[in-house]
């Protein structure tokens, strides 16, 4: 091949990319195809690093044929109505964290059980890579018009609250703040809390009116929504990874051109180890920023009986699980734990 070639080639399939774009979802307007995709947090988020590392390899990939519009939380609403909007057609791509989106599909909420998963995230990382889950969860999207994409870590959970908490106790009658699907509410219920459900956005005045005593998120969320200037501990007790899912309209993507499909997933493919090691450094940089601002905040890191006392508790919310998301659920579960088992191997 000469070096011609290796100039041109790269612009031919760029050039017949930005041809097979134009027949495809999303805005064609004279400047190129624009898709719109949503992140249920704020700019500089790890969903929006995710977002802005997706927006650029697909301007890139595509030779700036198609650009990729980012909309930050807030600017379409909550994450349910993120959701709606990206079955409806009016995004072509959206995060959507069980969190939220285990109301509409129940065997999603398998991602939710507590103490379920290991306490190493290159571990867990591992596990969610497996073949086996993905056969398990992708077919529960298309019938709501989704289409998954990838499974992302954000980060452990972790307790803010204004009281002290070292074992289900403390929590007794705390009232926190859970994402909205049922299976978090009543885990927090089991742990002895007074659970409430209610969207992200609300969170921070919820807690500064004391409408709410405690809410649960991964660190970085804790910084950028400022909970941590609203509450006085930070409680660490890994009992779940924040994960989030990276969806697509369904009918959007079954409608793309084959090489404009290959890109979208070569690009998913690739960016599949970035967010795990993101969020890991983000993370920790996050809560050296919010003790340099706030240093009365203190840090409990659970001792290992006392995280112990909460796995305890956990353990029946599989059963409640399987109550609400049926053979199905069973079968997610099933995956996720065989995955687990042979990540740990
Ligand atoms: O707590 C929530 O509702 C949100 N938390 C994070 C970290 N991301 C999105 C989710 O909606």
Redesign the pocket.
Known sequence: MNATSHVHLPTLAALLLSILVASCGGDSTGGGTQWRLA???APG???DAYAQEFARLVAERTDGAVSVTVYP?GALG??DDITEQLRMGGLQFA?S?P??LGKSIPELQALLLHFLFTDDEATNRAALADPEIRAAVEPLFPPLGLELMSILP??WMVWTTKQPVRGPEDFAGIKT????SPLLLATYDAFGANPQAM??GE?YSALQLDMIDA????L??IEE?SFYEVTDYLVRAKPAP?L?TFLSNHDFLAGLAPELRATVDGIVADLEPFLAEHQRSVNEERLAEMLAAKPSLTVIELEPAEREAFRELAQPLRDVYLERAGQGGQEVLDALESAIERARG
Do not use: D
């Open positions: 992140i249920e947090e988020s790890v969903q939380y909550t994450s995060m964290s969190g939220h954000e980060g703040r859970t994402m909205t969207p992200y969170v809410q649960v998120n991964p970085f969320a929504m924040f989030t």
